[in-house]
T-cell receptor, first 115, second 112 residues
């Protein structure tokens, strides 16, 4: 069956531009997570959706970052006024339910490069 | 922020040997999970161990958890070249809700 998909797989942009990254979770999964992974590091949590609402956005680094999940399925991570430090692989994961101990299934990621 | 550290940072072994990776964490947890990441398949869940468990097996994988020392180990027995990847531990639970908090990972290279 289909796993988590993310588009685009690669995105190159210039400093100051706006970007949108898309995540299609596994059908029926109620929980959706965004993580960011810098080179040589483990993924770092950004935001968690339960259904349509952001249940925990404590990992968003600043107000240039925003994410939505309007229909409780597809999610879009939006980054305004991109900076070189935003360059990383952005990972999306989904799980059947939210909550501790539920296996999270990860997508292949979007590699963002800000020049 | 990273939850803790994996040890070693990199490990190189011959095919057929066992590989042991360690993970330490800082806060109380509900569960600890191990993930594998390679360029072909992204992050793949390997095994979950709950805070009230001490050891768990899955195929060639053996995970231990010592909550008194806030540490875990992952043992891969009879390694194969296909095991070459980065391995991460991730914790969830008290104080940080549903999100996973990952370590920095161990890069494992299995030489054939």
């Amino acid at each position: 069956g289909a796993g988590v998909s993310q588009t685009p797989s690669n995105k190159v942009t210039e400093k100051g531009k706006y970007v949108e990254l898309r995540c299609d979770p596994i059908s029926g999964h109620t929980a959706l997570y965004w993580y960011r992974q810098s080179l040589g590091q483990g993924p770092e949590f950004l935001i968690y959706f339960q259904g349509t609402g952001a249940a925990d956005d404590s990992g968003l680094p600043n107000d240039r970052f925003f994410a939505v999940r309007p229909e409780g399925s597809v999610s879009t991570l939006k980054i305004q006024r991109t900076e070189r430090g935003d360059s990383a692989v952005y990972l999306c994961a989904s799980s059947l339910f939210g909550g501790s101990g539920n296996e999270q299934f990860f997508g292949p990621g979007t590699r963002l490069t800000v020049l | 922020s990273q939850q803790g550290e994996e040890d070693p940072q990199a490990l190189s072994i011959q095919e057929g040997e066992n590989a042991t990776m360690n993970c330490s964490y800082k806060t109380s947890i509900n569960n600890l999970q191990w993930y594998r990441q390679n360029s072909g398949r992204g992050l793949v869940h390997l095994i979950l161990i709950r805070s009230n468990e001490r050891e768990k097996h899955s195929g060639r994988l053996r995970v231990t958890l010592d909550t008194s020392k806030k540490s875990s180990s992952l043992l891969i027995t009879a390694s194969r070249a296909a095991d070459t990847a980065s391995y991460f531990c991730a914790t969830d639970g008290w104080g940080y809700g549903n999100k996973l908090v990952f370590g920095a990972g161990t890069i494992l290279r299995v030489k054939s």
